[in-house]
């Protein structure tokens, strides 16, 4: 009889070690509450979304791979002095006064003598606009489909919510303008001022141009869940940013009251600081006031999208 009972409580006994064992590991697992962590990986989340699936970095770079082909090739400015298009009647101009006045001509006009290394280095700024707008996209679908609510029961912050969609919408935006100047430099993108500090100096505008405006559209779509909305937003603004930019135009040719607007888009000082680092070409302001005014633009937008995700970000 004992040792039935003795064999009982030894049975018992291995049965509480074994219920106890989960328990212990389980009490010395830690669940990591910093800041850093839940914004890492409400970042790679969306990324994912992105890097998981090709295809859609290939669509994304169709469009402005077109227009470095097909606009920036079939717009060629510099071609009507030198193709002998150019012909004033009664006046036998020799041809390499004409080569020398078109390159006088681009060289005060555009800043530099050929219109595609101009226009290359507007396409890199309108990529990182386009990448950015679709940041508010991102939490509407978020929304829609619940996945919104159960982030806000979660211990991560809202501003850490809103910085790693933003985040990872920079992210993004950089990759593709790095494709798309390795894409220009085969095409014919003059790389004579190219330098490791123009070139880093180039991404550090887009970085700030990109987190401005990504948090610019996601501060729209805070409290939307209708897509249909953020797209009709998306379509009011990108025309009238990208065109009123010095983007594919020189702002010196355009109407003063179009030149003014010009002077407060932050597309313009991107491609600005951009052009001057890369190019050489002499900028509408100096590289010290784009780098200024495009981090004033960063950090304001980027404070006013955290500051209103603790106020509009609710379930």
């Known amino acids: 009889m004992s040792d039935n009972i003795n064999s009982s409580d030894s049975d018992s006994g291995q049965k509480a070690v074994l219920v106890q064992k989960p328990m212990k590991k389980w009490g010395n697992e830690r669940i990591d509450r910093s800041p850093l962590h839940g914004l890492w990986a409400l970042t790679n989340r969306e990324l994912e979304k992105w890097?998981?699936?090709?295809?859609?970095?290939?669509?994304?770079?169709?469009?402005?791979?077109?227009?470095l082909g097909l606009f920036g090739k079939a717009f060629n400015i510099g071609s009507i002095?030198?193709?002998?298009?150019?012909?004033?009647?009664?006046?036998?101009?020799?041809?390499?006064?004409?080569?020398?006045?078109?390159?006088?001509?681009?060289?005060?006009?555009?800043?530099?003598?050929?219109?595609?290394?101009?226009?290359?280095?507007?396409m890199l700024s309108f990529v990182t606009l386009f990448t950015a707008m679709?940041?508010?996209?991102?939490?509407?679908?978020?929304?829609?489909?619940?996945?919104?609510?159960?982030?806000?029961?979660?211990?991560?912050?809202?501003?850490?919510?809103?910085?790693?969609?933003?985040?990872?919408?920079?992210i993004r935006s950089l990759a593709q303008a790095a494709i798309i100047l390795v894409i220009?430099?085969?095409?014919?993108?003059?790389?004579?001022?190219?330098?490791?500090?123009?070139?880093?100096?180039?991404?550090?505008?887009?970085?700030?141009?990109?987190?401005?405006?990504?948090?610019?559209?996601?501060?729209?779509?805070?409290?939307?869940?209708?897509?249909?909305?953020?797209?009709?937003?998306?379509?009011?603004?990108?025309?009238?940013?990208?065109?009123?930019?010095?983007?594919l135009f020189p702002s010196s040719i355009m109407p003063t009251w179009l030149q003014d607007f010009v002077k407060i888009n932050p597309i313009?000082?991107?491609?600005?600081?951009?052009?001057?680092?890369?190019?050489?070409?002499?900028?509408?302001?100096?590289l010290n006031f784009d780098f200024i005014y495009l981090a004033g633009f960063a950090i304001l937008f980027t404070t006013i999208g955290i500051v209103m995700s603790w106020r509009l970000l609710t379930k």
């Not at 002095?81 to 020799?94: A, C, E, K, Q």
């Not at 940041?135 to 509407?140: E, R, T, Y």
């Not at 919104?148 to 910085?163: C, E, H, Y």
């Not at 313009?268 to 100096?286: I, V």
């Open 268 to 286: 313009s000082y991107a491609t600005d600081a951009g052009r001057q680092l890369l190019l050489g070409a002499p900028g509408f302001a100096s």
């Open 134 to 170: 679709f940041s508010g996209m991102s939490i509407v679908w978020d929304r829609r489909f619940g996945f919104l609510d159960k982030v806000l029961s979660t211990p991560v912050s809202r501003g850490a919510i809103v910085m790693g969609k933003i985040l990872s919408s920079v």
């Open 184 to 247: 220009a430099v085969p095409l014919g993108m003059d790389v004579g001022h190219f330098s490791v500090l123009g070139i880093l100096g180039t991404f550090v505008a887009l970085f700030l141009m990109t987190l401005g405006f990504s948090a610019l559209f996601l501060m729209l779509a805070l409290r939307s869940n209708d897509w249909q909305s953020q797209m009709a937003i998306m379509n009011l603004l990108n025309l009238p940013l990208l065109f009123g930019s010095n983007a």
């Open 51 to 67: 890097y998981k699936v090709p295809v859609l970095l290939l669509l994304s770079l169709i469009q402005p791979v077109i227009w």
């Open 81 to 122: 002095f030198t193709d002998g298009s150019f012909n004033i009647p009664g006046l036998n101009i020799p041809k390499n006064v004409l080569d020398q006045l078109s390159a006088q001509l681009m060289q005060s006009t555009f800043g530099t003598t050929d219109y595609f290394s101009f226009l290359a280095v507007g």
